[in-house]
């Protein structure tokens, strides 16, 4: 079984820095995209940032910007989102995906092509 457990929320206030991680377990696939999404109260979920776990190729949504770094470690089936300069927008709470059929960029524009999802974490920038 997929598990995905995001850490690393919490209240900071705009112009601070954040990083998130994300733990996997349980994936048997020998290659897959994982990512990492955030949704706002009342809004949308939308894409962020995801890599190829394999190679590590790194795919990143345009509105992102270059605020959100992802970054991978495969010995500790680990990945994080590094966010800098965090402004009161970026309020969301922030989810971590995984998908086997390598679709690559193609999740930030469609984040329900994700399979697996954890639970996420809470983010809130205050002004």
């Known amino acids: 079984e997929v598990q995905l457990v995001e850490s690393g929320g919490g209240l900071v206030q705009a112009g601070g820095s954040l990083r998130l991680s994300c733990e996997s377990s349980?994936?048997?696939?020998?290659?897959?995209?994982i990512g990492w999404f955030r949704q706002a109260s009342g809004k949308e979920r939308e894409g962020l940032a995801c890599?190829?776990?394999?190679?590590?190729?790194?795919y990143y949504a345009k509105p992102a910007g270059n605020r959100f770094i992802i970054s991978s470690d495969n010995a500790k089936d680990m990945v994080y989102l590094q966010i800098d300069d965090l402004k009161p927008e970026d309020t969301a709470v922030y989810y971590c995906?995984?998908?086997?059929?390598?679709?690559?960029?193609?999740?930030?524009?469609?984040?329900?092509?994700?399979?697996?999802w954890g639970q996420g974490t809470q983010v809130t920038v205050s002004a």
């Open positions: 995906g995984v998908d086997e059929f390598m679709r690559g960029d193609w999740y930030l524009e469609n984040p329900w092509g994700m399979d697996y």
């Open positions: 349980g994936i048997v696939f020998d290659d897959y995209n």
């Open positions: 890599l190829t776990k394999s190679d590590g190729t790194k």
